[in-house]
């Protein structure tokens, strides 16, 4: 079975800076796609970052500020956060998409998130 595990979160002052980090497990070949996304306090989660082998794709509000990153050899994806606001306060969710191992693939995994909160 597949597992996505998310770490890194904590709180942090604004302008400050975190690294999110997670790792996939369970005998895995391939993973296409893998991101970040988040879900603030009464809001609808929503895309924050994604990396694939074409590229990356970030939401408006956190270009030239976060940057995500892959280690495909280690199955796992980070994200740096920069300059962080009050606004980035949220639980980010680590996904990963077409995930093929020996058995099956499988087309999404979620991480149960980290907790990322931002004082102003």
């Known amino acids: 079975q597949v597992r996505v595990v998310e770490s890194g979160g904590g709180l942090v002052q604004a302008g400050g800076s975190l690294r999110l980090s997670c790792v996939a497990s369970?005998?895995?070949?391939?993973?296409?796609?893998m991101g970040w996304y988040r879900q603030a306090p009464g809001k609808q989660r929503e895309l924050v970052a994604i990396i694939t082998s074409g590229g990356t794709n970030y939401a408006d509000s956190v270009k030239g500020r976060f940057t995500i990153s892959r280690d495909n050899a280690k199955n796992t994806v980070y994200l740096q956060m920069n300059s962080l606001k009050p606004e980035d306060t949220a639980v980010y969710y680590c996904n990963a998409r077409g995930v093929r191992t020996s058995a099956r693939i499988y087309l999404e995994v979620w991480g149960q998130g980290t907790l990322v909160t931002v004082s102003s």
């Open positions: 369970g005998s895995i070949t391939v993973i296409n796609t």
